[in-house]
C-alpha cells in the first residue's frame, strides 16, 4: 500500500511539474536575457535574487498543487493512515531533493562558484520539505480521513543565523552560520544519518569599475563521527561586449585529500530572446564542456527553443526542445540523451475564461489577466508594457494573460491597424487588477461612418463654402468648403440630411451602402429651394 501511494505522490508530482517547470524555464530565460542586454553586473547580487525568487515562487507552488491533488485523490483506510504518519513526508522530501537536481545552472550564475549555488539549493530544499510536510499533517488532520496521525521526527534544535548586503556599485558580502544539536532530525536524511554539527559560509564581492567583478567564498561543514570539508574559491567576470560576459571560477578543497576545479563561461544575449552559453569545466580526473542555445517564448504568439550538447568523462548527453505559443495554447516536444537515459516528451497546457458572459481559449493563466475590446475591429494589434501580445479576432477581443497586480499595466492598441475612417478617442488604458483576477478593457473606438457629400443648387452650381449640414436627430453641424463639398460623420444606411444656407434650407435622402470604401464620394445632391 505504502509503495502505491509513493508511486501516486510521484505521478501527481510530475503531473504538475511537467507544466510549472516550463513556465519557471521561461520567467528565467526572459530574467537573463533581460539582465545581458542592459549590461547589468549580473555577479552583485540584485540578478540573483531575481532567479532565486522566481525559482522559490514557482517551485512552492509546484508543492502546494501536488499535495493538493494527493489530498483529493486519498482514500481513507490503515494504509493511507500509515502512509502519511511514516511515509508521505519521507517521500515528499525525496522527490523535492530529485526536483532541485533537475535545476540547471541559470546562465546569470555562470560567474559563482558551485558551493553558493548548493547552499542556495539547500535551503531551497530544506523550504520546500517544511512546506510539504505542513501541508501533509493538515491532509492527516482532516475529518475525511478520520485518523489522527503524529509524523516521525526527532528531538533536536537548530541555530541558525545570516547576514547578506547586496550591491550593485559597492562591496556586496554575506555570512551565514548553522549548528544543530544532537537529536535534531532533518527532512530527507536517511534513517541513522547525523545532521551536520556546524555551517559557515562567506561571500564577498566586488565591482571593479567597468572592469567587471571579483567574488571570493568560503564554505566550512564540521560532521559529527566523520571528516569535515572545508572549501575555498574565487571567480572573476567580466562584460567583453554588450550583451557577451566571460566568467573564471576555481575552487580549492583545504581538508582532506586537495581537490581542485576550475570553470570558464561565457555568455551571451542576441536579439530580444535569445541567448547562448558554452561553459567548460576541469577537475583532476575529469572534464566536460556544454553547449546551450535558446530563444525564449515571446510575450505573445511565437516560437522557442532550447539546444543543449555536453561532452566529457561523465558521457556525452543531448536534449533539444521546441516550443510553440498560440493565442490558445501553449506547446512543446522534445528528446533527451544521455550515458544512461534516452527520453522524448510532449505536452500542451491552455486556460477557458469566462469575462462579461464571454468565453476565451487562452494559454495556462497562472497571473492576473484581462481581456480588451476594441469593439467592432479585428487584427488590430494590441501590447500590454510595450510587448506585443497578440491581435483581436472577428469579434474584436484579445486576451491579456501576464498583467502585473495592484499596478497600472499600461494597454495599448495600434492605431495604423485601424481604417482611415475609424473614429479613435484613446490608444491606451491601464489595468489595474487585483491578484489572479481578470478585468475587461473596452477601448473607445468606433467607426464614423463618414462621407464626403457633393452638393449642387438648382441652377446645377455648387453651394457656397460656409453652408452647413446637419443629419436629421442630431445636434452636430458639418460646414460646406469649396465646389459644394461637406465631410459628414456618423450616417447610417438611411439618412435625412438637411442643408442651410442663408436663411432657406433643403432636404437630402443619403444613403450608404454597405461595404462602401473607408471615405466615399457621394452625390451630386440637388438643393432645391435654396439660391445663391
Not at 196 to 208: I, M, S
Not at 283 to 292: D, R
Given at each position: 500500500?505504502?509503495?502505491?501511494?509513493?508511486?501516486?505522490?510521484?505521478?501527481?508530482?510530475?503531473?504538475?511539474?511537467?507544466?510549472?517547470?516550463?513556465?519557471?524555464?521561461?520567467?528565467?530565460?526572459?530574467?537573463?536575457?533581460?539582465?545581458?542586454?542592459?549590461?547589468?553586473?549580473?555577479?552583485?547580487?540584485?540578478?540573483?535574487?531575481?532567479?532565486?525568487?522566481?525559482?522559490?515562487?514557482?517551485?512552492?507552488?509546484?508543492?502546494?498543487?501536488?499535495?493538493?491533488?494527493?489530498?483529493?485523490?486519498?482514500?481513507?483506510?490503515?494504509?493511507?493512515?500509515?502512509?502519511?504518519?511514516?511515509?508521505?513526508?519521507?517521500?515528499?522530501?525525496?522527490?523535492?531533493?530529485?526536483?532541485?537536481?533537475?535545476?540547471?545552472?541559470?546562465?546569470?550564475?555562470?560567474?559563482?562558484?558551485?558551493?553558493?549555488?548548493?547552499?542556495?539549493?539547500?535551503r531551497l530544499a530544506l523550504h520546500l520539505?517544511?512546506?510539504?510536510?505542513?501541508?501533509?499533517?493538515?491532509?492527516?488532520?482532516?475529518?475525511?480521513?478520520?485518523?489522527?496521525?503524529?509524523?516521525?521526527?526527532?528531538?533536536?534544535?537548530?541555530?541558525?543565523?545570516?547576514?547578506?548586503?547586496?550591491?550593485?556599485?559597492?562591496?556586496?558580502?554575506?555570512?551565514?552560520?548553522?549548528?544543530?544539536?544532537?537529536?535534531?532530525?532533518?527532512?530527507?536524511?536517511?534513517?541513522?544519518?547525523?545532521?551536520?554539527?556546524?555551517?559557515?559560509?562567506?561571500?564577498?564581492?566586488?565591482?571593479?569599475?567597468?572592469?567587471?567583478?571579483?567574488?571570493?567564498?568560503?564554505?566550512?561543514?564540521?560532521?559529527?563521527?566523520?571528516?569535515?570539508?572545508?572549501?575555498?574559491?574565487?571567480?572573476?567576470?567580466?562584460?567583453?561586449?554588450?550583451?557577451?560576459?566571460?566568467?573564471?571560477?576555481?575552487?580549492?578543497?583545504?581538508?582532506?585529500?586537495?581537490?581542485?576545479?576550475?570553470?570558464?563561461?561565457?555568455?551571451?544575449?542576441?536579439?530580444?530572446?535569445?541567448?547562448?552559453?558554452?561553459?567548460?569545466?576541469?577537475?583532476?580526473?575529469?572534464?566536460?564542456?556544454?553547449?546551450?542555445?535558446?530563444?525564449?517564448?515571446?510575450?505573445?504568439?511565437?516560437?522557442?527553443?532550447?539546444?543543449?550538447?555536453?561532452?566529457?568523462?561523465p558521457g556525452d548527453r543531448e536534449e533539444?526542445?521546441?516550443?510553440?505559443?498560440?493565442?490558445?495554447?501553449?506547446?512543446?516536444?522534445?528528446?533527451?540523451?544521455?550515458?544512461?537515459?534516452?527520453?522524448?516528451?510532449?505536452?500542451?497546457?491552455?486556460?477557458?475564461?469566462?469575462?462579461?458572459?464571454?468565453?476565451?481559449?487562452?494559454?495556462?493563466?497562472?497571473?492576473?489577466?484581462?481581456?480588451?475590446?476594441?469593439?467592432?475591429?479585428?487584427?488590430?494589434?494590441?501590447?500590454?508594457?510595450?510587448?506585443?501580445?497578440?491581435?483581436?479576432?472577428?469579434?474584436?477581443?484579445?486576451?491579456?494573460?501576464?498583467?502585473?497586480?495592484?499596478?497600472?499595466?499600461?494597454?495599448?492598441?495600434?492605431?495604423?491597424?485601424?481604417?482611415?475612417?475609424?473614429?479613435?478617442?484613446?490608444?491606451?488604458?491601464?489595468?489595474?487588477?487585483?491578484?489572479?483576477?481578470?478585468?475587461?478593457?473596452?477601448?473607445?473606438?468606433?467607426?464614423?461612418?463618414?462621407?464626403?457629400?457633393?452638393?449642387?443648387?438648382?441652377?446645377?452650381?455648387?453651394?457656397?463654402?460656409?453652408?452647413?449640414?446637419?443629419?436629421?436627430?442630431?445636434?452636430?453641424?458639418?460646414?460646406?468648403?469649396?465646389?459644394?463639398?461637406?465631410?459628414?460623420?456618423?450616417?447610417?444606411?438611411?439618412?435625412?440630411?438637411?442643408?442651410?444656407?442663408?436663411?432657406?434650407?433643403?432636404?437630402?435622402?443619403?444613403?450608404?451602402?454597405?461595404?462602401?470604401?473607408?471615405?466615399?464620394?457621394?452625390?451630386?445632391?440637388?438643393?432645391?429651394?435654396?439660391?445663391?
Amino acid at each position: 500500500m505504502d509503495l502505491a501511494l509513493n508511486e501516486l505522490l510521484g505521478t501527481i508530482w510530475e503531473k504538475h511539474a511537467r507544466i510549472i517547470r516550463q513556465e519557471l524555464r521561461e520567467e528565467t530565460g526572459r530574467t537573463a536575457v533581460r539582465f545581458a542586454a542592459s549590461n547589468v553586473d549580473v555577479n552583485s547580487g540584485s540578478a540573483l535574487d531575481v532567479q532565486w525568487g522566481l525559482q522559490w515562487k514557482y517551485l512552492e507552488r509546484l508543492v502546494r498543487e501536488a499535495v493538493k491533488e494527493l489530498e483529493s485523490r486519498l482514500e481513507p483506510g490503515e494504509g493511507t493512515a500509515r502512509f502519511l504518519a511514516q511515509q508521505a513526508v519521507v517521500a515528499a522530501s525525496a522527490i523535492v531533493r530529485k526536483e532541485l537536481e533537475r535545476l540547471p545552472l541559470p546562465s546569470l550564475l555562470a560567474g559563482q562558484t558551485k558551493d553558493r549555488w548548493e547552499q542556495h539549493k539547500e535551503r531551497l530544499a530544506l523550504h520546500l520539505e517544511t512546506v510539504a510536510e505542513t501541508e501533509l499533517r493538515v491532509i492527516a488532520s482532516t475529518p475525511r480521513l478520520r485518523r489522527p496521525v503524529t509524523l516521525a521526527g526527532g528531538g533536536g534544535t537548530l541555530l541558525f543565523s545570516s547576514f547578506e548586503r547586496p550591491s550593485r556599485r559597492g562591496p556586496s558580502f554575506a555570512l551565514s552560520w548553522q549548528w544543530v544539536s544532537p537529536g535534531f532530525l532533518q527532512l530527507g536524511m536517511q534513517p541513522g544519518q547525523p545532521a551536520p554539527l556546524r555551517v559557515l559560509t562567506g561571500f564577498a564581492g566586488l565591482p571593479l569599475a567597468g572592469y567587471g567583478s571579483i567574488g571570493i567564498s568560503y564554505l566550512r561543514r564540521d560532521d559529527r563521527g566523520a571528516p569535515g570539508s572545508e572549501i575555498v574559491s574565487a571567480s572573476y567576470t567580466v562584460g567583453l561586449a554588450r550583451s557577451v560576459a566571460l566568467s573564471v571560477a576555481a575552487l580549492r578543497s583545504l581538508s582532506g585529500e586537495p581537490v581542485q576545479s576550475v570553470v570558464v563561461g561565457l555568455s551571451t544575449a542576441f536579439g530580444e530572446r535569445s541567448s547562448a552559453l558554452l561553459d567548460y569545466s576541469q577537475q583532476p580526473h575529469s572534464s566536460q564542456a556544454l553547449l546551450q542555445v535558446q530563444q525564449n517564448l515571446p510575450a505573445g504568439t511565437g516560437a522557442g527553443y532550447r539546444v543543449l550538447a555536453g561532452a566529457g568523462s561523465p558521457g556525452d548527453r543531448e536534449e533539444g526542445t521546441l516550443l510553440f505559443q498560440g493565442d490558445k495554447g501553449t506547446y512543446e516536444v522534445g528528446a533527451a540523451r544521455g550515458p544512461s537515459y534516452v527520453e522524448s516528451r510532449a505536452s500542451m497546457s491552455g486556460s477557458v475564461v469566462l469575462i462579461g458572459g464571454q468565453p476565451f481559449f487562452t494559454r495556462r493563466l497562472v497571473d492576473s489577466f484581462g481581456v480588451a475590446e476594441v469593439p467592432g475591429f479585428r487584427e488590430v494589434t494590441v501590447s500590454v508594457n510595450n510587448q506585443i501580445v497578440g491581435r483581436t479576432n472577428g469579434d474584436g477581443y484579445v486576451m491579456l494573460p501576464h498583467l502585473m497586480p495592484y499596478q497600472a499595466n499600461e494597454v495599448r492598441i495600434e492605431p495604423s491597424d485601424l481604417p482611415i475612417d475609424a473614429r479613435i478617442d484613446a490608444t491606451r488604458l491601464d489595468a489595474v487588477p487585483y491578484f489572479r483576477s481578470g478585468l475587461s478593457l473596452r477601448f473607445p473606438v468606433q467607426r464614423s461612418n463618414g462621407a464626403l457629400l457633393v452638393v449642387l443648387l438648382e441652377d446645377g452650381t455648387p453651394i457656397p463654402s460656409g453652408a452647413v449640414v446637419r443629419i436629421e436627430g442630431r445636434e452636430e453641424e458639418f460646414p460646406v468648403a469649396e465646389r459644394g463639398e461637406v465631410y459628414v460623420t456618423g450616417l447610417a444606411q438611411e439618412n435625412k440630411v438637411r442643408v442651410f444656407w442663408r436663411g432657406d434650407s433643403c432636404e437630402l435622402d443619403v444613403r450608404l451602402k454597405e461595404g462602401e470604401s473607408p471615405l466615399p464620394k457621394l452625390g451630386p445632391f440637388t438643393c432645391k429651394g435654396v439660391t445663391r
